[in-house]
């Protein structure tokens, strides 16, 4: 590799100040600008954070990709990164959808419902599906997916904006800000009187313990995430556990990377859906790397609408 | 049915006083004595605590069932019974093993640890499985079945005596008295440095949210029942439930009624092994129905040693 001439460009990175524990701050984060070069190999200088996004390949070493190549999977928060492993990334395949897309509906959001709710859930026609955090990245899709099969599905917001949406954009049969909801219980038996087949859990604490009460014969809980306690430094308490016993209910967790081998047959599942404007997909887009640190603050206080995104403008 | 004669004879019983929450003491509890026909329609005056019995057939106008016939099955707690419903009998098929164990290895308990482990957990060879209350109806025949399958199991009860027992009768690899354990996430990490496959939930509460701390990727939790928290005002809270996500943890619940389908599977499966003394079951007899009351009682403080019986002395 002697004598080979690099490239060096700019490159942004959120990187956190300090291990971060409860909610996170903005302050907690730097937006840096270092150097890096666009050939490989090479060496990062600060460790950015990662998560899921879309990127473009500008240089390989690796048979399977190729300069141009498109990619979504685990990156970095950075204008360009230097992936090691890069069976962490997945091609994309379709470029007739918004490449947007496979940060949500196309990409581990879309795979966490489809996996979720398909393969943990084993929903059947009629059955009662009640999703939580229901307008959020993975929710939208959930109780799109149950009116597919010809579930009825309710889900819960923290907005009335939220929670419009729910019934007016994705088909929900009923919805409700939970944050007016001083008794969580009541809430969910005026929309499930017979009860909870399927519960898609999201948020974990008060809600789940409502839910346990609610819950019929055999039902079965989803267990994605649970946002409300993430952040807590003793996570609430569940007391309504038992419940599992007498009602046989099944509470599974799972990770859209449990499914991964399925995500061809999600594609051709999903993109005609897309197309026919049978499933909607709504993202809250931040702009630029810089609001990055803003975007992740705000996801603990429910400030975005839809998946969030941000665009990170790389030539 | 008019003109014939009806042989009446004294019938005991437990009766509840009133309605009890929390403990139960042994004042909530009569023992009566009433009379009763034993011909075949009669009505029972006060009624009786129900719960699973063994018991002979002494008159009959159902086609399946006649005088003789001995039979297992949710009985009440009395001397002499009026069953309407006997679909919820059944028949005894083989008496060259202790009647007594139509009540236990071979009734409701065999069925809940034969489901519960061999259907609801899908033990593999190798597996670490941990089983609480595991001198228990249930939990001495969970162990014992763990072991013909391969895993490793260690359990915990509430005595020195119980906990021998575990390691010299029953053949589990480890056991240990939670009473002793005053950090009972330590206790599991020395059992099991590796973590732990399945665990077969008995007892809820502290003991759940140490597990969870120790549970192994894809996990499986079996509830059987959740015994330290049926008698408080308000159950405890578990705060460790995030763990299911990450680890891929599935915690369901059951009961024996969901397998009784499989009953001669499972006595063609464990009556050879009870003859060849393969598999051992212990047993703590009360004699007379007066001892009833009591014996209810010291299940809650874990006095008993093994399968609680009460011996009805009926002719």
Redesign the interface.
Known sequence: MAGVEHEVTRNKQVTLKHYVSGFPKESDMNVVTSSISLNVPQGSKDTPLNGFGVAKVVDSTHPNYEKGDLVWGFTGWEEYSLVTAPEVLIKIQHIDVPLSYYAGILGMPGMTAYGGFYEVCSPKKGEYVYVSAASGAVGQLVGQFAKLVGCYVVGSAGSKEKVNLLTSKFGFDGAFNYKEEPDLDAALKRYFPEGIDIYFENV?GKM?DAVLLNMRLRGRIA????IS??NLD??????????????????????AS?YYHLYSKYTDFVIPFIKEGKINYVEDVAEGIESAPAALVGLFSGKNIGKQLVVVDCK
Chains 1, 2 share one sequence.
Do not use: A, S, T
């Open positions: 974990g789940l267990v994605c995430g649970m306690q993430y003793k996570p609430e308490g569940v007391h309504n556990l038992m419940q599992v016993v007498g009602k046989r209910i099944r509470l599974e967790g799972f990770g449990d």
